[in-house]
């Protein structure tokens, strides 16, 4: 069964950095993209980052130049370093894994960016 276990998130000021890491457990089978979403209250899940098995990286305009997801030595990890946090970036961010085409998700971690 495969999980995946998210660590990161917390409480920063405008301006701070985090850094949010995933594992996916579970899987004899590498994944093909992972990645991360975020929600925010009242709205829906968003595309954040992700990255495929290959190296290629998308990104949401509004993180692009101060967010970058990375794929760990391990396999089917994934991190995502976020700088220059804003308040606007406060959510619950889920890590994605997409493996044989079935998407899997964590539970999330609240990243909480105070003005």
């Known amino acids: 069964q495969v999980q995946l276990v998210e660590s990161g998130g917390g409480l920063v000021q405008a301006g701070g950095s985090l850094r949010l890491s995933c594992a996916a457990t579970?899987?004899?089978?590498?994944?093909?993209?992972m990645g991360w979403y975020r929600q925010a209250p009242g709205k829906q899940r968003e595309l954040v980052a992700r990255i495929s098995s290959l190296g290629s990286t998308n990104y949401a305009d509004s993180v692009k130049g101060r967010f970058t997801i990375s794929r760990g030595n391990a396999k089917n990890t994934v991190s995502l370093e976020m700088n220059s946090l804003k308040p606007e970036d406060t959510a619950v961010y889920y890590c994605?894994?997409?493996?044989?085409?079935?998407?899997?998700w964590g539970q999330g971690t609240q990243v909480s960016v105070s003005s």
């Open positions: 579970g899987s004899i089978f590498s994944a093909n993209y």
């Open positions: 994605n894994a997409d493996i044989r085409m079935v998407p899997f």
